[in-house]
């Protein structure tokens, strides 16, 4: 299948929001607390899923794991809020930023620990983070079959993470602009991102140590990062 490449990001010209995935999934947390009991979960959502089924999987949550009524209203809020905010994004213009970005592992999953740093392709909008993360974990031997999920959804936060960073920086442009041509100074902003330039020299001293392979895609894994992108044609 064709890449669907963004425009480089050197030439600055945004494109609309996208989370660059093939699934255009928000990746939802949840963590509530009623009368001492706690529920946490994390999970990816289709956007363009009616909002009713917001309510209803709150509902089956609650019978499954035979929590207190309470919690039905207060998972379909925290839900619903999330969605909100991805949505608010449909539609801006973002920058595509870097074309590779690095991605950080550092979690705990039952008993295994996971902490890795790859690099991921922000061009390939065909990427499949839960490829990547069968594809891991066969490499690395991981059994539990929870590490997986948890993998690819650490990954999918960091790039909606990302777009949204993308989305802050078009929009800072735009009033930059507007200022200069009022002859209003208008200050760089200093919000929190990925900074890749230190990163990218270090990365460039780095030797091949094997290649990583998948359907249709290729990468080649550094020590100890890896580079993630889909062959192109």
Known sequence: ??????????????????????????????????????????????????????????????????????FVTQIAQSIQSQLADFRSYEGQDMFAGEKIVPIKLDMRVNQTLVRDQFLWDLNNFESDPEEFARTFCRDMDIQDPEVGPAIAFAIREQLYEIAIHNVTS????????????????????????????????????????????????????????????????
């Open 1 to 70: 299948m064709p890449m669907k490449p963004l425009p480089s990001s050197s030439s600055r010209v945004p494109v609309k929001f996208k989370i660059p995935t093939a699934d255009n999934l928000v990746p939802i947390r949840l963590d509530i607390e009623i009368d001492g009991q706690r529920y946490r979960d994390s999970f990816t959502w289709n956007p363009s899923d009616p909002d009713s089924e917001v309510v209803v999987f709150a509902k089956r949550t609650v019978k499954d794991l035979k929590l207190p009524p309470a």
């Open 170 to 233: 078009a929009r800072e442009s735009r009033i930059s602009k507007k200022g200069r041509r009022g002859f209003e100074y208008v200050p760089a902003s200093k919000a929190g991102g990925i900074s890749l330039d230190s990163h990218w020299t270090w990365l460039n001293i780095l030797d091949t140590k094997r290649v990583w392979s998948g359907k249709g895609k290729t990468g080649m894994h550094l020590s100890p990062l890896l580079i993630y992108s889909r062959a192109r044609k």
